[in-house]
């Protein structure tokens, strides 16, 4: 397996060539395509994905350990493929319709400025997650974890507080329409 320490991958298109199979320490890949890319099995640790494209991508048994998705787009994810040991990132600017997060553990993941349209949270731990101005439309939420997780500055929120653990999380008074929706009531702010 190749490793790579400190490399910086600049507008490069792995769909053309693809990215070598290896282990990937404190990188940077910056607008690199990797649309439909079978990134199964790599190794990325400590690395930086910066406006990318990376919908639609095979992630499954790949390590991802402290990796920053900055202004990508990530729309069909399977992050639930992912090696779940270690398994830690962050989401600024980046657009992840249709991702799965399905039985994940992401204590204090950072979503920001993110849209997550339709998004799959079912069973997944969000313990301390910080959601700071995200679109949540549509997004599931199903036997979640949200304990002291922050969503006051999201948009389009559904949750069944019935069907999740939401102890002391943070939820702003805009948000109660989308906690109350099933009981079908008429609620003016």
Do not use: W
Request: charged content about 30%.
């Amino acid at each position: 397996m190749n490793y790579y320490q400190d490399v910086e991958f600049i507008t490069l298109d792995f769909t053309q060539k693809e990215l070598p199979k290896g282990e990937y320490e404190n990188c940077i890949f910056s607008n690199c395509n990797f649309s439909g890319c079978d990134l199964s099995h790599y190794r990325f640790m400590d690395c930086e994905f910066i406006d990318c494209d990376l919908s639609m991508i095979k992630l499954r048994s790949t390590l991802l350990q402290d990796i920053r998705f900055k202004d990508s787009k990530m729309l069909g994810v399977r992050f639930d493929h992912c090696d779940d040991f270690g398994l830690r990132f962050s989401f600024e600017g980046c657009q992840l319709n249709h991702a799965s997060f399905y039985q994940l553990k992401c204590k204090s993941t950072l979503f920001k400025n993110t849209i997550l349209k339709e998004v799959d949270f079912t069973e997944t731990d969000l313990t301390k997650a910080l959601f700071d101005n995200c679109d949540l439309f549509g997004a599931t939420f199903e036997s979640t974890i949200l304990e002291q997780t922050d969503l006051r500055k999201t948009q389009n929120l559904e949750i069944d507080p019935d069907k999740n653990r939401m102890r002391k999380a943070r939820i702003s008074v805009s948000a109660l329409p989308g906690l109350l929706k099933k009981y079908n009531l008429d609620i003016e702010l």
